[in-house]
Structure formats: structure tokens, C-alpha cells
């Protein structure tokens, strides 16, 4: 019988020692050694004819690496059985001890998900932005609206540019020292002549004064926060020639206008204006919910100190850079001169803050036996099928054909905790809030808060920039 020793690490880590009879270990060696035999072909012998003893001296490394895979493969989980220790991720093999090529003792290391009582969560302190949605705001959408739907048009009109117009234009980049720098040039594209456009300073001004099929060099100093780091702070000689002058031709507001958008139940400007400031309000009740949710979880990890499972510290820090990851291409952070490795790591504490509030979140739901219904699952799937434009029914086998029911499972239960905490908060509206350090991908109301399993974040990818002028 082996003779295992537990000893505590820390308030979740366990080290394992284990001793095994040496006749487990011959009797396990000596199988192993058998199907060596079997399979082994080494020079002058038949397969399954050489030797037992010089095929043990041959694939001695073999047989020890995987002696002691299969050793602890057997024991570990049995020992963890026995004394009721559920691990958050696999063991890891610490030490072994050999003898005449045995492993008759070895060690492993597991990590035990932290049993806890939970703070004391009641009266949290929050702060909830007050709402901003009036007529202004609403007059604001209202154009937006509009100019989304402007048609363009080519100006007829033989005169220059001024602040204020639409121009079609392209340019050819040349460095300091006069060459081309094919790269960085761009065009024909659209552009508006507004100070607020997001190009290079002076080129809006450089452009200026200047008629359709004129072509002007136009000297630009690139910021210091360029997306491209090597170009930062550069001079440029931009050749732009301007190809047309353009005037959007916006629709009048009127019933017509909003009865041409096509919305149920919007057949007047009236409804259209009614149609949009409920809109506003839900986006902003939504973002409200968002901060307010911030808030709470930040509070909630700050009111413990635990010893963090690593599985879900780095989980949480692989899930953070694969986020930051899917906006770049292969070679950007090669080009800015960033460090992947030292990225990730930098990671770590806001990680951790994550998994500690979420640590924090499953104890309190389960001392208030929090529990997800049928009837909360249809009701988030309904909710689903509105922002989605997709059946309930299409959303509810994509969660189980991608293994995502427990995933979303979860992250109610995670809602369903906050709510009950949210209700016996002290909320006070705020013109200003400030959220703190954390961004909104820390909150653990998503299915990647994971006290058990994987979630995964995507992004999106950045648009061309070089169609919005030189940067």
C-alpha cells in the first residue's frame, strides 16, 4: 500500500508525497519493458527478439519518463478520491525520487478552488450617471440619422476648397530626405474639411484654397501617437492633388423622411423623434448598468485577500491578451516594439482582480442559493433574439452545439448575484463618474468568468486608415 503525506503550501495548495511499494513500481516496469520488447528493433535482432536487458539499457530514459507518467497517472487521482480534494487544473508533478530507475517517491503539487467566508457585502457604496437624454441629445441622433443618409454628389461649381467642404483627393508621401515612401500614400478618397477630421495637423489647412485637378505639397509633422511607432514625430511631404470638389445632398426632415426608414410603427417625424430617445435611453441604461457593475466588482475584490488559483489567473491573462491580440496583425507588436511575453505579464494584477471578484461573486451566490431557472434561460435567449435578429430557438443550439450552456449558465448566476447586491447597495446619480482602473471587459457577468471553464474574447479588427488622410 503507498504511504501519502499532505501537506499545506498555502491556504489552497496542497503538495502531495507519495511512496509507492517497490513491487508496484517493479510490477509496472516490468509490463512497460514488456511492450518495449515487442515493439523494440534494434540492430541483429528480429523485432520482439532482442534481449530484455539490452532493451532496457537502450531505452532506459524512455522507460523512466514513462514509468513515472503512468505511476502517478494511477496514484494521484485515487489519493484525491480518498481525502475529497477537487483540484483547479491538472496537478503538477513537483519531485521524484528513483531508485535503481523506480520512482518509489514522488511529489505533485494541486491547487484547491479558496474556501472562504464571504465580506461583508451589504451597503456597498455606488455612484450611477444621471441620465443625459433630452431634446438636444435626441436632435443630435436625429441628424446623425440624416447625414448617414446624404447622398454625395460632384460640385459643378468651379471654385476652391474652404473649411467646411467635401473633396475628393489622394496623395504620394515622400520622407525627409525626398523619397517616396509608397506606404504612406493614399487616395483618391473622400474627405471633409473639418478641424475635428482625425489627420495629420495642417493638412486640412493645406488643402484649403485649392480647385478640382490642382496639385500642392503640403509638408506634415506625424504625432508622437501614430499607429505606426517608427513614423512617429516625422516630417512628410504629402504631393496631394484635390480630384473633385463633392456636396452631400441631405433628405428634409419631415414625415416622408421618416416614413422611408422603414420602421415598424414609425410613420411620422413625431414617432421617428419618439423611436430614437427610447433608443437613447436604453444605450444609456445599459452603459449605466455596465459602470455600475464595475463599480461593484472592484468593491468586492477589494474587501478580500485570497490566494489565487493560478489555472484562473493565467485563463484570465491568456483570455485579456488574446483580446488585445485579435486588434493587431502578426507582426505589430514586432513593429511598435512590444514584448508579447512582457504584455501578457503586465497583465497579472487586473487579471487578478477579476478572478478575485469572481471568487468573491460564486460565494456569496451560493450563501444566498442563488440558482438559474428555465425561465431565466428563455428569458436571456429572448433578450438575445432582440439585439441579435436571431430565433431564440438558432441561439439556443448554437450554445449547446459549441458546449456553451454551462457558459451561460454561469454568467446568469453571476447576474442574478449582482442584482441581489445591487439591491441592497446605497446607488447616488452623479453628473461625473469615475470608474477606476478597471475596464469593462473585468467585469465577471460574462461567461468567461470561469470558476471552472474556458470562455474566450474576440475583437474587432481595425479599420484602414489610410482612407481617413495621413495620420
Known amino acids: 500500500m503507498m504511504n501519502v503525506t499532505i501537506e499545506e503550501v498555502n491556504s489552497i495548495r496542497r503538495k502531495l508525497i507519495v511512496e509507492l511499494p517497490e513491487e508496484d513500481a517493479r510490477k509496472t516496469w516490468r509490463k512497460l519493458l514488456d511492450a518495449y520488447v515487442r515493439k523494440a528493433r534494434l540492430k541483429g535482432f528480429r523485432p520482439g527478439k532482442a534481449p530484455r536487458d539490452m532493451v532496457a539499457r537502450v531505452y532506459a530514459e524512455e522507460l523512466k519518463q514513462e514509468i513515472t507518467e503512468e505511476l502517478v497517472s494511477e496514484a494521484v487521482p485515487a489519493i ?36 472562504f467566508e464571504a465580506p ?29 443618409l446624404a447622398s454625395v454628389k460632384k460640385l459643378e461649381e468651379d471654385r476652391p476648397l474652404a473649411k467646411g467642404d467635401l473633396a475628393s483627393v489622394s496623395y504620394r508621401a515622400y520622407g525627409e530626405n525626398g523619397a517616396e515612401l509608397p506606404k504612406y500614400g493614399a487616395g483618391p478618397f473622400d474627405l471633409d474639411l473639418v478641424d475635428d477630421q482625425q489627420v495629420a495637423p495642417g493638412f486640412i489647412e493645406g ?19 501614430v499607429d505606426d511607432r517608427k513614423m512617429a514625430g516625422r516630417t512628410l511631404r504629402l504631393a496631394t492633388t484635390v480630384h473633385e470638389l463633392k456636396i452631400r445632398e441631405v433628405p428634409d426632415l419631415d414625415d416622408e423622411f421618416a416614413k422611408d426608414l422603414g420602421l415598424d410603427g414609425v410613420e411620422t417625424l413625431a414617432a421617428l423623434e419618439e423611436r430614437l430617445r427610447r433608443d437613447l435611453l436604453k444605450e444609456e441604461a445599459d452603459r449605466a448598468d455596465r459602470l455600475l457593475n464595475l463599480q461593484l466588482t472592484n468593491k468586492l475584490a477589494e474587501l ?30 514586432q513593429d511598435m516594439g512590444v514584448d508579447p511575453a512582457q504584455l501578457r505579464e503586465r497583465l497579472r494584477p ?9 471568487l468573491v461573486l460564486d460565494r456569496i451566490g451560493l450563501d444566498n442559493q442563488v440558482e438559474v431557472t428555465p425561465e431565466d434561460i428563455e428569458a436571456e435567449l429572448a433578450d438575445m433574439s432582440r439585439e441579435y435578429g436571431q430565433p431564440p430557438e438558432v441561439l439556443r443550439e448554437y450554445y449547446k452545439s459549441h458546449n456553451l450552456m454551462d457558459n451561460l449558465l454561469e454568467g446568469l448566476k453571476i447576474s442574478k448575484t449582482m442584482d441581489i447586491i445591487k439591491a441592497q447597495a446605497v446607488i447616488e446619480e452623479v453628473d461625473k463618474l469615475e470608474t477606476g482602473p478597471m475596464a469593462e471587459s473585468d467585469w465577471p457577468g460574462r461567461p468567461a468568468a470561469d470558476l471552472g471553464g474556458a470562455g474566450e474574447d474576440g475583437g474587432e479588427a481595425p479599420g484602414d486608415e489610410a482612407a481617413e488622410g495621413p495620420r
Open 304 to 333: 478580500v485577500t485570497l490566494d489565487l488559483p493560478t489555472v484562473m489567473v493565467e485563463r484570465e491573462m491568456s483570455r485579456r491578451f488574446a483580446a488585445i491580440s485579435s486588434n493587431f496583425s502578426k507582426t505589430a507588436f
Open 350 to 358: 487586473r487579471a487578478e482582480k477579476s478572478v478575485a471578484a469572481a
Open 207 to 225: 488643402l484649403v484654397g485649392l480647385k478640382a485637378g490642382e496639385t500642392k505639397d503640403i509638408t506634415v509633422t506625424l504625432p508622437q501617437d
Open 80 to 115: 484525491l478520491k480518498e481525502h475529497d480534494l477537487t483540484p483547479m487544473g491538472s496537478p503538477v508533478l513537483d519531485q521524484v525520487d528513483y531508485q535503481d530507475g523506480l520512482p518509489l517517491k514522488f511529489s505533485v503539487l494541486v491547487e484547491l478552488k479558496p474556501v
Open 120 to 148: 461583508e457585502w451589504r451597503g456597498l457604496r455606488l455612484q450611477r450617471p444621471r441620465s443625459r437624454v433630452d431634446g438636444e441629445a435626441v436632435a443630435k441622433k436625429l441628424e446623425e440619422l440624416r447625414q448617414s
